[in-house]
């Protein structure tokens, strides 16, 4: 098992720039993927990125391509989203997610086991 703590959401500016970090605690950080989702007031869980165990191989969807990294650091037991050119559109909260079985392409939130609890990200015009 495995507890996961994201932090860093704040109130920015569009085309502004913010960091999140997700810190897991309680199991081994280097066997499970980790993913980023999103979610806004009345939608659904939506996938935004996820990488691979060793950090050699990310996904992302096709709304943050270009503007959205995601990173690891093992020995630090940490995930992080480092977010650039913002929109209001990004505007959600974000959830930091573990599984030690799913692939970076599954993009289906259902496919993790773990989740944090969410940090608030808003994105003002």
């Known amino acids: 098992q495995v507890q996961l703590v994201e932090s860093g959401g704040r109130l920015v500016q569009a085309g502004g720039s913010l960091r999140l970090s997700c810190a897991a605690s309680g199991g081994a950080f280097n066997a499970y993927t980790m993913g980023w989702f999103r979610q806004a007031p009345g939608k659904e869980r939506e996938f935004v990125t996820a990488i691979s165990r060793s950090g050699e191989t990310a996904e992302y969807a096709d709304s943050v391509k270009g503007r959205f990294t995601i990173s690891r650091d093992n020995a630090r037991n940490t995930v992080y989203l480092q977010m650039h050119s913002l929109k209001p559109e990004d505007t959600a909260v974000y959830y930091c997610?573990?599984?030690?079985?799913?692939?970076?392409?599954?993009?289906?939130?259902?496919?993790?086991?773990?989740w944090g609890r969410g940090t608030q990200v808003t994105v003002s015009s």
């Open positions: 997610a573990a599984s030690k079985w799913v692939r970076v392409e599954a993009a289906n939130s259902d496919e993790y086991d773990y």
